[in-house]
């Protein structure tokens, strides 16, 4: 028997932004429960598996997380390779870890495996550094969506020199920006809103702190999306493939 849980990250999106562990874990995998914000494309990977989807999407009508960990349960004790694929990263805003541990109480082997998160996909694929020598000494990354509904401590996360990585936060821009204003972030701190990352349909938008619910309703952001909110947001940085850089002109 090789019973046993992966609780795979699968990227962003891009399937190319899988790791070759995710790879691996998908090839022996016999059930592969997938997450709706998954890419299917991904299945490719382990076309000897049965495949269940789990979606789970906020507002929509969803397999109840419980009902999910059953399920992982009941293959994993019928002896079985399971493979669990999470968008992005399954340990952020993922629930990764509570499945895991979950599992663990349960007797079954488990093993988690990283994937790129759609904050650092998203920055990073609209040119934007979230860490930048002088500008921005740190991220924070942080949900606008609490299960509580409980306030987030906005004077925090609004000091300055770092950037902020807002998930979850298409429904609650008001609420963001409201929070960090009276927290003392400047007006015009700059704002990236970025949609899809790393797949064909990606889009951004730049705007500031002030104007972001109004630049948002004109460009009709809609989930999946992340916010960047910070000085780095204002930059794009050159990709190297710029005819300009050295390396590549001279
Ligand atoms: N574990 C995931 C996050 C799940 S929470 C990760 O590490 O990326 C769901 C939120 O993630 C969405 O509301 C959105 O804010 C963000 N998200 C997921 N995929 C995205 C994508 N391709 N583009 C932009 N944001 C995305």
Known sequence: MNAKVWLIGAGPGDP???????????????????????????????????????????????????????????????????????????????????????????????????????????ATQCGISLTLRGVSRGVTLVTAHTQDDSPLNWQALAQGGITLVVYMGVSKLEEVRQGLLAGGLAADTPVAMIENASLPQQREQRSTLVQLCEDAARFKLSSPAILVIGEVAARRERRCDDSTCPAIAG
């Open 16 to 122: 190319e932004l899988l790791t070759l562990k995710a790879v691996r874990a998908l090839a022996e995998a016999e059930v592969v429960l997938i997450d709706d914000l998954v890419n299917p494309q991904i299945l490719a990977h382990c076309p000897q598996a049965r495949v269940v989807a789990v979606g789970k999407r906020g507002g929509c009508r969803s397999t109840p997380q419980a009902f999910i960990q059953r399920l992982m349960l009941r293959y994993a004790r019928q002896g079985r390779c399971v493979a669990r694929l999470k968008g992005g990263d399954p340990c952020i805003f993922g629930r990764g870890g509570e499945e895991a541990a979950w599992l663990q109480t349960h007797g079954i082997e488990t093993e988690l495996v990283n994937g790129i998160t759609a904050g650092l996909a998203g």
